[in-house]
T-cell receptor
């Protein structure tokens, strides 16, 4: 079946540190890949996406590259800020479908 | 950009009562909406797919008589938790896709339900 696996959290970093949150997937065909962010008490917001192999999604300093050969979509940011503290979800959508399959989420805390 | 509005943002109710949660697409039409449930510090679990003008499709293990879904128009879907019990306490989130191919899902801000 289709599934998404994220690195377990929580992740705690200092401000300006480099961030990587690993995400790998299993899917039939060629899924679209997404990163969503959830701030405390809120719903999910789309952070970035990639729809085909080698695409790089980027937004607010975050980046992720769709790697078909390693079935990965790792999230990176060069210098994190306190305001980046949130829960991050990796997700996939199988071609032709509308619903998302989510990873378990990674809670990120950035200390000043 | 496209917005999904969910109401209420939080609700406290007594055991045995029913609670209705609304999900509206504000500037686009949504023939399909998705209802998710999120337990503390856990991922989102898809409960059901709401289809405008027809019956909802429930995921395995979700009680359709417990979680009533109505998608009466192209911009509104409702989830009613019937005869709520403390174990129904959770964070419920709706989402809706735009009609464009490869468009992302837009999420509501969620509803925190506490059953006492």
């Amino acid at each position: 079946g289709n599934s998404v696996t994220q690195m377990e959290g929580p992740v705690t970093l200092s401000e300006e540190a480099f961030l990587t949150i690993n995400c790998t997937y299993t899917a039939t065909g060629y899924p679209s890949l997404f990163w969503y962010v959830q701030y405390p008490g809120e719903g999910l917001q789309l952070l970035l996406k990639a729809t085909k192999a080698d695409d790089k999604g980027s937004n607010k300093g975050f980046e992720a590259t769709y790697r078909k050969e390693t079935t990965s979509f790792h999230l990176e940011k060069g210098s994190v800020q306190v305001s980046d503290s949130a829960v991050y979800f990796c997700a996939l959508r199988v071609q032709g479908a509308q619903k998302l399959v989510f990873g378990q989420g990674t809670r990120l805390t950035i200390n000043p | 950009g496209a917005v999904v509005s969910q109401h209420p943002s939080w609700v406290i109710c007594k055991s045995g009562t029913s609670v209705k949660i609304e999900c509206r697409s504000l500037d686009f039409q949504a023939t399909t909406m998705f209802w998710y449930r999120q337990f503390p510090k856990q991922s989102l679990m898809l409960m059901a797919t709401s289809n405008e003008g027809s019956k909802a499709t429930y995921e395995q293990g979700v009680e359709k008589d417990k979680f009533l879904i109505n998608h009466a128009s192209l911009t509104l879907s409702t989830l009613t938790v019937t005869s709520a019990h403390p174990e129904d306490s959770s964070f419920y989130i709706c989402s809706a896709p735009e009609a464009l191919a490869n468009s992302p899902l837009h999420f509501g801000n969620g509803t925190r339900l506490t059953v006492t």
